[in-house]
């Protein structure tokens, strides 16, 4: 491997000349600097790049941090994340949380220690005292962590009230919802969104909500007790689209035929909801949007530049497939 050393005797130029070249730091005459750039050319050289980051505090690279990246809805978030920040060449490190309080803390001490530039989260456990004594801009991605915290995320609440309404309009009149955790934001504007509309068309019942994880064979477990108790439910909107997945699964377990007598909506727009058998009906979020949309935001405070909105709430679409039709 070429060193910087290497580079400066081909250049006939000190060391800290080359250093001031590569930085773009410091007097350098132009006849100079175009020698030293030639040199790095001609041998191919590459700066050490933690050498850099050591240097300058900062190392072109952000975390993003995720809750579970088995479930599809975060890869196609960090695809989008990843197509920004690349474009302006910063380097992604990908952490899965499991949701777990003290292993988000960990990725914000590993990530302040290798110099990283700012951070993507997805939580719901983390609160402003937990991350008072990190100095790198912060941007929450798919629910709100704090007031003070820029983020984006999507209506919750006029998603699920437009998955009930369609169940409704689609002839369902007994609809169970399995919720997300209570302890996620998101989850609980679903719920929300999902109450009110029942409870505006007077079909709302208590006993036809059942929690679940955001995971398919927990939703699966949860809606194979509540349709094994309750027979003649005939929707369900599930918490997001792996949930609805587990919801169909257990439906064929005990001999339901969706949508002819059970219809089923999901909730993110993932694109296995378009594999499965029947394809699912969701309420899509746009997730490349969102994905990329925090991702510039956190480049821009990275930078200093002025920006001109830190909270964003983007409009969802109801996408009909087959799971809901006639």
């Known amino acids: ?172 009149r007994k609809i169970a919802h399995i919720r997300g955790p209570e302890t996620i934001t998101n989850a609980n504007e679903r719920f929300r969104g999902f109450k009110g509309a029942a409870r505006e068309m007077g079909i709302y019942d208590d006993d036809l909500v059942i929690s679940a994880g955001y995971q398919l064979e927990s939703a699966k477990k949860s809606a194979f007790q509540l349709l094994s108790k309750y027979p003649d439910i005939d929707g369900v909107f599930a918490g997001n689209d792996v949930m609805a997945i587990g919801v169909i699964k257990a439906a064929e377990r005990l001999g339901y035929e969706v949508p002819a007598e059970l219809k089923v909506v999901g909730f993110d727009g993932i694109e296995f909801g378009e594999i499965v058998s029947p394809e699912l009906t969701t309420v899509a979020q746009p997730i490349y949007k969102m994905g990329s949309t925090a991702a510039a935001l956190l480049l821009d405070l990275i930078e200093g530049r002025p920006i001109s909105q830190k909270d964003y709430t983007f409009e969802v679409d109801l996408v009909v497939r087959r799971s809901t039709q006639k």
């Not at 000190?14 to 730091?25: F, I, M």
């Not at 005292?129 to 820029?150: G, M, Q, T, W, Y």
């Open 1 to 172: 491997m070429v060193t910087i050393r290497e580079v400066a005797k081909r250049a006939g130029v000190s060391v800290a000349t080359v250093s001031r070249v590569l930085n773009d730091k410091g007097y350098v005459n132009e006849d100079t600097r175009k020698t030293v750039l030639a040199a790095i050319e001609e041998m191919n050289y590459r700066p050490n790049s933690v050498a850099r980051s050591l240097y300058k505090k900062k190392s072109k690279t952000i975390g993003l941090i995720v809750p579970d990246i088995t479930n599809p809805f975060f890869p196609q978030l960090a695809r989008a994340v990843e197509d920004v920040t690349n474009d302006s060449d910063f380097t992604v490190i990908l952490c899965n949380s499991d949701d777990n309080l003290q292993k988000e803390i960990r990725y914000f001490e590993m990530l302040q220690q290798k110099y990283a530039d700012g951070v993507l989260i997805v939580s719901n456990t983390l609160k402003p005292e937990h991350l008072k004594d990190f100095n790198f801009p912060i941007v929450a991605l798919d629910r709100p962590l704090d007031s003070l915290i820029p983020y984006v995320t999507c209506d919750n609440y006029e998603g699920a009230r437009r998955a009930t309404l369609h169940l409704i309009e689609s002839g369902c």
